[in-house]
């Protein structure tokens, strides 16, 4: 098997998870780090021994020997990061959200395409056990005609909190930091909204402190989506359909050993098991990565470019109704 090498590019907190994911993933290698410091490249590398640790963007997307790049920095970085580490010939998993806006993200695909470079969204939730196998009880149609998604997503930050999420400059705001887990989720069970609905409060910074979201179907299906910075909510989502009810526990986004599904009353739940690896389960997004490498793919079957597009397309849609914007707004 082909070792894939292995950098990253920010060695901020979820770098760290990822890296520590990484020796989960059989033929994986983590060999370089890049950071703006050499204090924070150096720091990164006594956790996380790396061959190489570069204390610039640049050089890390310059070394030779890398294959690909995790770009871990805060959402504003996402599209110059990507951009340079595809000009310099570097296959691409980026965090979300994968840019401010669609008109970034279709630069960056179409960047990607022109250099032949495999570009992907990490959004890690699409390769957890509990959320396909989420879809394949929907598949089997265990929930009947679904009509209504409920989702919440809030977590109270304790200091230090992170500058990245409320600052505007930093992509600050609910929506793109966690909100977004709530759009790609109703989105994955009842596709594209045909009305969308949206108001949030803002944050003394003005990004959205919280934001209550609501998508309307054509069939009569809606989904309620809550994202805020201002409470520790239950994070679950509820997936209910004519048939029957799915719920999702405990941060509906990270990988559950359970699913809930509640066949007729509400108190008749039935707990089903999902085998669930060690690990944060950032390694099930990596072991994909290193598989569409080895057979020469420059796009993702599971995340492909199509549906990324139509997240931020949609994540740009909300932030218009909810008067959510940013500087990369302006940008023409
Ligand atoms: N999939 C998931 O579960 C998660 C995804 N994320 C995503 O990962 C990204 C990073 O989040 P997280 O690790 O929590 O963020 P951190 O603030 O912990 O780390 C970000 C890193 O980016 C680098 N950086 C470059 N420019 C700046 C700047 N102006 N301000 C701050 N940091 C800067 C720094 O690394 P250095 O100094 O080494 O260059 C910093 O350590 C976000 O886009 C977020 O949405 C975050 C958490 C979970
Ligand atoms: O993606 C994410 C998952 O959850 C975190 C909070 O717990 C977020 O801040 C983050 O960006």
Request: charged residues 20%; hydrophobic residues 40%; negative net charge.
């Amino acid at each position: 098997m082909k070792t894939i090498r292995w950098g990253i590019l920010g060695a901020g907190r979820i770098a760290r998870k990822f890296a520590s994911d990484l020796k989960l993933v059989e033929g994986a290698e983590l060999i370089a780090v890049g950071s703006r410091s050499k204090a924070s490249a150096e720091d990164f590398s006594k956790d996380f021994p790396v061959k190489y640790t570069h204390d610039s963007y640049q050089e890390l997307a310059g070394n030779a020997e890398v294959d690909v790049i995790y770009i871990a920095t805060p959402h504003n970085l996402h599209y110059e990061n990507t951009l340079l580490c595809i000009n310099n010939g570097k296959a691409v998993l980026c965090e979300k959200p994968f840019a401010m806006n669609a008109r970034q993200a279709e630069l960056m695909m179409s960047l990607a395409k022109e250099k032949k470079v495999f570009l992907m969204e990490a959004l890690w939730t699409k390769f957890h056990p509990h959320f396909l196998k989420m879809q394949e009880m929907i598949g089997q149609g265990l929930l009947g005609e679904i009509r209504s998604v409920l989702i919440n997503f809030g977590f109270k930050p304790t200091p230090p909190v992170p500058l990245r999420l409320f600052d505007p400059e930093l992509g600050g705001g609910t929506v793109m930091d966690i909100g977004i887990y709530n759009v790609f989720m109703a989105m994955s069970i009842l596709g594209m909204p045909d009305h969308v609905d949206a108001v949030m409060t803002p944050a003394s910074t003005g990004v959205d402190e919280q934001c209550a979201i609501l998508f309307r179907y054509h069939n009569g299906a809606m989904a309620q989506l809550f994202s805020t910075f201002s409470s520790n909510l239950a994070t679950e989502a509820d997936i209910c359909g004519s048939e029957g009810r799915i719920r999702l526990t405990s941060r509906f986004y990270e990988p559950s050993s359970t699913i809930e599904f509640y066949k007729e009353r509400a108190d008749s739940v039935e707990v089903i098991p999902v085998h669930k690896e060690p690990g944060f389960g950032y390694q099930y997004e990596a072991r994909h990565v290193n598989d569409c490498l080895r057979i020469g793919l420059t796009e993702s079957p599971v995340i492909p470019f199509a549906d990324t597009l139509l997240l931020m397309q949609t994540l740009d849609k909300i932030r218009a109704i909810a008067g959510i914007g940013y500087a990369a707004d302006d940008a023409k």
